[in-house]
């Protein structure tokens, strides 16, 4: 941990670059599928390993997907883009080059607003979005003294993120990653499955004396693929760069990984043994000519996003800023809810069941509300009946719905009455049931008119016994402290 001192001294700079896997069936410039876990080398046909005489072909859909990234971000979308050959050697690389684009991406620009925990906003600014595919899989056996390579992924489609240097902390890093993630998903564009790599990141690192006007030497830390790596990982840098600083040593501009065993960043190769890449315009593609019209109907079709339903939520709906934070999380929850509220007008007790039972349920049986056996009907008339004070809260949650659980069909209110659990908010059956409490109490009721008050939740209690938790607690507070009254 570095000092108090040295944090207020240095100023910590982070861009990232993040690649997401695009859904797409095919690859970005060839008909093979990209299906994960595939046999390996399965899928991967001639245009893959580019073999003399083939040629790429741009896949629509993966353009329609960058394309909707960028209108999600405000990115500007480029009229024309166009395609460039990246050549280095490596394995995992079967053409030689990789299809990526240099000069002209598809989306310049743009910005992500990521709202931090006490309700204020942040504006990352991206540098730009492009397609590139990506490379094969290398495999390195720890038993053997060999490793295989697998080209299934080879050519599949991605779209890279890349941001200004504008992030401040690991903390926002990783909010903008999940911000990200959270993105990709709605727009139906890419899976978000970081332990199958859908999503990795490239976390560009300086530090700076603050209020400097020019940035420090950075360093690349490559291909991470969880939120908690990325974020121990800028720490390390950071506090590592900080401290080569502090003892006068200059910073190596680097590729470095990150070593999550261990919890450190070590060095792949310094910039003066980088490649040079060798760009230069993709001569088998044509370049990419968009249409006004094109643009509009991918822009039509966007569904409504994530931080559009936040503010929904908190304005129309009335929800707190956690509430509406958690079930925008997913498209899954927030259609939900909203379809749960075209069917009850409780809208904050709606959002207590979808983070209380619901949640629990889905976590602990590791299921989405798609295959959820509970209709929002259902859940509506839970919550009317919650309301209607015909049942309480925990009976409603406790013992309703796990029956409703197991028998979709039921309706609460059959369940409820089956079990004999609603609640009696009918005085005259009160009435003797308090007069026996009474009855049977005596001291107590001297305390209580001698000024006790407290003593009414002990009258209270033992109606509830008596009741069988069946007393409706408004009515049974009434009946008693009438009765007291005389
Ligand atoms: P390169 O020439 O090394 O590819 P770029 O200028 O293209 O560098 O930037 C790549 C990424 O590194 C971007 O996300 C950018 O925001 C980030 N970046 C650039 N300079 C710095 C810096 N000094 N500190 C932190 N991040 C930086
Ligand atoms: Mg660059």
Wanted: glycine content about 6%; proline content about 4%; some cysteine.
């Amino acid at each position: 941990m570095l000092t108090q001192e040295l944090t207020d001294k240095y100023q910590l700079v982070v861009g990232l670059e993040v690649h997401a896997q695009l859904a797409t069936s095919s690859k970005l410039f060839a008909g093979d599928a990209t299906n994960f876990g595939a046999q390996a080398n399965t899928q991967v046909s001639v245009i893959t390993l580019g073999h003399p005489g083939t040629l790429p072909k741009l896949n629509i859909r993966a353009l329609e997907f960058a394309v909707r990234m960028g209108l999600a971000c405000e990115s500007q979308i480029s009229r024309k883009s166009s395609f460039d050959r990246k050549n280095y050697f490596y394995p995992d690389l079967p053409k030689g080059y990789q299809i990526t684009q240099d000069k002209e991406p598809i989306c310049v620009g743009g910005n992500v607003i990521l709202t931090l925990e006490e309700g204020t906003e942040r504006e990352i600014v991206l540098n730009r979005i492009h397609l590139e595919e990506d490379a094969g899989k290398l495999i390195h056996s720890s038993e053997q003294e060999e490793s295989r390579v697998d080209y299934n992924r080879a050519g599949t489609a991605l779209i890279e993120l890349v941001t200004e240097p504008c992030l401040r902390s690991a903390e926002e890093a990783v909010a903008f990653l999940a911000e990200i993630r959270k993105l990709v998903m709605y727009l139906g564009i890419c899976d978000g499955n970081m332990e199958e790599g859908s999503l990795r990141c490239d976390a560009n690192v300086s530090v700076r004396l603050h209020g400097s006007a020019t940035l420090g030497k950075k360093v690349e830390i490559k291909n991470m693929n969880s939120f908690r790596n990325l974020g121990r990982a800028i720490d390390f840098e950071y506090e590592r760069q900080v401290g080569l600083l502090e003892v006068g040593q200059d910073i190596v501009s680097e590729t470095r990984t990150f070593d999550a065993d261990r919890g450190v960043t070590a060095s792949m190769r310094t910039k003066e043994e980088l490649n040079d890449y060798r760009y230069f315009p993709e001569p088998d593609l044509p370049p990419v000519i968009l249409t006004e019209e094109w643009i509009e109907k991918v822009r039509a079709e966007l569904p409504v996003l994530p931080r559009d339903l936040y503010r929904k939520f908190r304005e129309v709906y009335g929800l707190p800023r956690y509430d509406a934070a958690l079930l925008t999380e997913t498209k899954e929850a927030s259609s939900w809810f909203e379809s749960l509220c075209t069917r009850t007008a409780h809208f904050k007790a709606a959002s207590n069941w979808m983070m209380g039972p619901l949640k629990s349920y889905l976590n602990e049986s590791g299921i989405t509300y798609s295959n959820l056996p509970l209709s929002v009907e259902s859940v509506a008339q839970l919550i009317a009946l919650v309301e209607d004070g015909k049942i309480s809260f925990s009976v409603a949650s406790q013992k309703i719905f796990p029956e409703l659980l197991l028998h979709a069909d039921v309706s609460p209110l059959s369940i409820a009455q089956r079990l004999n659990l609603i609640q009696e908010s009918d005085a005259s059956f009160l009435l003797p049931m308090a007069k026996e409490v009474l009855f049977e109490n005596p001291g107590k009721v001297s305390e209580y008119k001698s000024g006790k008050k407290g003593l009414l939740g002990f009258f209270m209690g033992e109606l509830m016994k008596k009741s069988k938790g069946k007393a409706d607690p408004k009515v049974a507070t009434q009946v008693i402290t009438d009765l007291l009254m005389n």
